[in-house]
């Protein structure tokens, strides 16, 4: 075969579109203009990286497919850095690439250098490169696509300097590539005998189950095996029907409370998710004494810090599929989770109710409210896939620009449920919304605090809680000065006309919703 020879740039928009790439991310700056240049799909812009990292988070989490990032090189990468943490948390498969300097200057600092690129951005990027000659950035960004999109997916990073784009080169031959790998069969084997062989078998879900689409294969094993089932720690994606009778419900991040949880079962198999997150110290057995426990990821960092147990590697899917084409038939007799139904009162608990009686029924949930998330629990079912998106790193700012990109990767609505503090990290994300016309209801849980944290002072002996105080922030406002339609919502009263008149909204709305 003979090569073609083109311009770094052209041989770029070829590897672009081999992997399915259809718009770029970004906030422009000097040295990223030439690749800019007769651009054949849409930019999206960010009036902050941090803007720009959590909308391409979004879009390649709800298509999964890569999606492509151009930054700036030291600073804008600097700023994207909280969400791309978040990105590498949420195994997001993103490629970044940054504008570095002319090649001819760099021994000089010039101005707008990066002295160490590749080093900037790790360890949170499964790879980094600045390529050794512009001939060589072609086949450095295929294996960026690549190594994202291998599982468990993450972000790429690729540094190109700004005169690398008018050279020549040839086009590299890419390949077509299958990602998924399959669990050894001997390990679904070992995993089958040990749930078989229970009394009474539960399955703890995680973010990874999401990601390799094991919705419906977690419904069917957990339908043809009889198990309770159980959201991980911190699940940043949708995990099981949360109203369906054999999910049981949320595993906190304690180390007590999951022992407590779990001790009805003698067996437990974790899927898509470590053994466990937590979020404060704690002490005695990770799981109940007497059960057993495996594991199955895709994720070898999920095996490798197992406290014992046992561990397969492999797609999450597909194993589980395997399982319930293995298990005999079982009924079920254990709990179902409970929502409760909060009396008429500006309390996030009632708001989110109404929010699960008025939503469309397709609607897609975003959040990022700290004190929401567990009245959430008790109140705002999940009850499809591809229907719940968070952020995996406990990170802020990451789910107002994610629910745009979740909103440009998919057709249904999608309902924003962030909290005042949270929304702040990235409020200029709000301009892009109106510029995309981006479907989402924004719902900003305005408690004029960052209520978590002095919520979870007590954990420490704190009776105190400086820099919390968020009193004075008029949400609406600051929607209007950016092209949002918007409305403050602070009664009862009030609250039903707001949702059904935001949820109604084809594109962007906020409603600034008072709670006590």
């Known amino acids: 075969m003979t090569n073609t020879t083109m311009t770094v740039r052209e041989a770029a928009y070829a590897v672009f579109a081999h992997y399915g790439v259809d718009r770029l991310f970004g906030n422009p700056g000097s ?18 990286e941090a803007v720009v990292m959590g909308m391409a988070d979004g879009y390649a989490r709800s298509t999964g497919r890569a999606a492509l990032v151009n930054l700036h090189s030291s600073a804008g990468t600097g700023h994207s850095l909280g969400n791309l943490f978040t990105a590498w948390k ?47 950035v072609p086949l450095a960004l295929a294996r960026a696509f690549a190594i994202a999109l291998t599982p468990p997916m993450g972000p790429v990073f690729v540094s190109i300097p700004v005169d690398d784009w008018e050279r020549t080169c040839e086009m590299p031959a890419l390949p077509t590539l299958s990602l998924r790998t399959f669990p050894d069969p001997a390990g679904i084997e070992a995993i089958a005998a040990m749930l078989e062989g229970a009394n009474n078998p539960a399955l703890v ?42 999910f049981a419900g949320f595993l906190a991040a304690w180390r007590d409370q999951i022992r407590d949880a779990l001790a009805p079962y003698d067996a437990i198999l974790v899927a898509g998710a470590p053994v466990f997150t937590y979020h404060v110290e704690g002490s005695g057995p990770h799981w109940p004494e007497g059960a057993r426990l495996m594991a199955l990821s895709d994720d070898p960092q999920h095996l490798s810090n197992l406290p014992g147990g046992g ?103 999608v309902i924003a449920i962030l909290g005042d503090g949270s929304a702040m990290y990235t409020i200029q994300g709000l301009f892009t919304a109106f510029q995309e016309q981006a479907n989402v209801s924004f719902c900003i849980m305005n408690n004029a605090a960052y209520a978590a944290l002095t919520g979870f002072s007590g954990e420490f002996g704190m009776n105190h809680m400086p820099g919390c105080d968020l009193a004075g922030l008029d949400f609406a406002l600051l929607a209007e000065a950016q092209g949002l339609p918007a409305r403050v919502v602070s009664s009862v009263a009030d609250l039903d006309d707001g949702l059904a008149w935001s949820f109604a909204q084809t594109g962007p709305s906020l409603l600034d919703i008072r709670i006590t």
Request: with cysteine.
């Open 311 to 413: 561990g397969v590697l492999g797609d999450v899917r597909g194993g589980l599929e395997a399982l319930a084409q293995r298990l005999p038939a079982r009924g079920f007799s254990g709990p179902t989770h409970q929502l409760i139904d909060p009396a008429p009162a500006m309390t996030a608990a009632y708001v989110l109710k109404r929010m699960a009686a008025l939503r469309p029924a397709t609607a897609v949930i975003v959040e990022e409210s700290p004190t929401a998330r567990g009245p959430e629990h008790v109140t705002l079912p999940i009850t499809r896939k591809g229907g719940f998106y968070t952020c995996a790193s406990g990170g802020l700012g990451y789910s107002l620009p994610g629910s745009i990109g979740i909103a440009l990767g998919q057709n249904d609505k």
């Open 31 to 48: 040295t990223e203009l030439p690749m800019l240049k007769a651009m054949p799909f849409p930019y999206v812009m960010g009036l902050n």
């Open 205 to 246: 879900i995680g973010t990874g189950a999401a990601n390799s689409g094991a919705w419906g294969s977690a419904i069917a094993l957990a339908e043809k095996a009889g198990l309770s089932v159980w959201a991980a720690p911190y699940a940043a994606r949708e995990t099981f029907p949360e109203d369906h009778p054999q």
């Open 90 to 136: 949420n195994n997001a498969p993103i490629v970044v690439t940054a504008g570095q300097q002319a090649r001819s200057i760099l021994p000089y600092d010039p101005f707008l250098g990066a002295e160490r690129p590749t080093e900037f951005p790790r360890p949170y990027v499964k790879f980094a490169i600045e390529p050794a000659r512009p001939q060589d």
